[in-house]
């Protein structure tokens, strides 16, 4: 590709109409059609959660957000002075909505309210059902969704992805996503919004990320070129068949990870987790009556690090005190040792 000069020189800031076509193929369907101007590509899916952001609120507006939840979403609202209410997911619930709690913190500022499905870091996977409730809450407060949907279609066993797009004709959504997860490449920083608006109730707002695509002239031009073999390679064939092979085996490798961390921290005193329903992470929560030499997630964090070289994320980066987020996509043997000697540190302290 760099040989050919073809994809080496600046292209739309709003990226290629080869790649966004791609991306509204892949993505449309009939209950959320999609064409590529409604498709904006940014600098990884980091850069399209900042163009959502920033097209859709003014400073002094507030947004719904998850807790626990991706700590970039309070970064980069804090940065356009936009206020961050937190939102109480149950983990009681497999992480699901609370959604007496989310109607209580909508007033007239309310501009937008983020779902993130699958969970970084919790692992959950929203029924239909549960989506439904949470876009009839959105529908009568007249609030369009943010959809995070990096990990769609990562889900272990018997759960189902819905994009939440699909599940409405009169929400308005803005999707998010991007290469990054569904093909462990994210140091190609490609991901793109997606904006379903039906209505045509985003009209500005739509107009607005194309200004906001100008500030980085354009996504990586090389890799937006792969975009259209990545995600609409020719039916039937090898390349079709490669890709869906890759995934299969991606896909059945983070399950079975996922179920030998679930054995391996149930042996564990101390901890308890949630099972996870796809992605590749897991909250587990600290037991500090057990672990009676614990302060607290932040304690253990540093303690564990220090003392057996094994790094988790504490929940308090989340907002979840007293929690800590493993991810479970390396290999068995890696897994098994640190699951060793994170059992070993968890005995010696309690």
């Known amino acids: 590709m760099c040989c050919s000069m073809q994809h080496n020189g600046y292209i739309h800031s709003a990226g290629s109409e080869a790649a966004r076509a791609a991306i509204a193929q892949h993505y449309g369907n009939m209950r959320a059609p999609l064409t590529m101007d409604d498709i904006i590509i940014a600098s990884g899916c980091s850069g399209a959660i900042e163009i959502a952001l920033r097209g859709l609120l003014n400073p002094g507006d507030n947004i719904l957000l998850p807790k626990p939840g991706f700590p970039l979403y309070q970064a980069l609202c804090e940065a356009q002075k936009i206020e961050c209410r937190f939102y109480n997911l149950k983990p009681e619930c497999n992480w699901e909505v609370d959604l007496e709690h989310m109607q209580s913190l909508v007033n007239e500022n309310t501009k937008a309210i983020l779902v993130n499905n699958p969970s970084n870091p919790c692992g959950s996977v929203y029924s239909k059902p549960h989506l439904e409730n949470i876009l009839a809450l959105a529908e009568s407060n007249k ?66 990320y194309f200004k906001l695509s100008q500030n980085i002239l354009g996504a990586n031009s090389l890799v937006q070129s792969a975009i259209p073999d990545l995600l609409t390679p020719v039916p039937g064939s090898a390349e079709e068949q490669s890709l869906i092979e890759f995934k299969k085996r991606y896909f059945a490798t983070l399950e079975d990870n996922a179920k030998f961390t679930m054995e391996a921290l149930a042996r564990i005193p101390g901890l308890e987790v949630v099972v996870p329903q796809g992605a590749m992470y897991a909250m587990v929560k600290v037991q ?20 057996e070289s094994v790094f988790v994320l504490p929940g308090q980066c989340f907002g979840m005190t007293n929690y800590f987020r493993i991810v479970f996509s390396a290999p068995h043997e890696v897994l098994a040792d640190a699951y060793t000697r994170l059992a070993n540190f968890c005995l010696r302290h309690q």
């Open 143 to 208: 609030i369009p969704i943010i959809a995070d949907e990096i990990y769609g279609d990562m889900v272990f066993g018997s759960n189902v992805f819905f994009p939440i797009a699909s599940l409405t004709k009169t929400v308005p959504v803005v999707a998010v996503g991007g290469l990054a997860k569904q093909f462990l490449i994210p140091g190609w920083r490609v991901g793109w919004v997606m904006v379903h608006d039906r209505n045509d109730i985003l009209k500005d707002v739509r107009t607005a």
């Open 288 to 307: 500090t009556n057990v672990l009676t030499k614990i302060k607290d997630d932040f304690d253990l964090t540093q303690k564990l690090l220090d003392e």
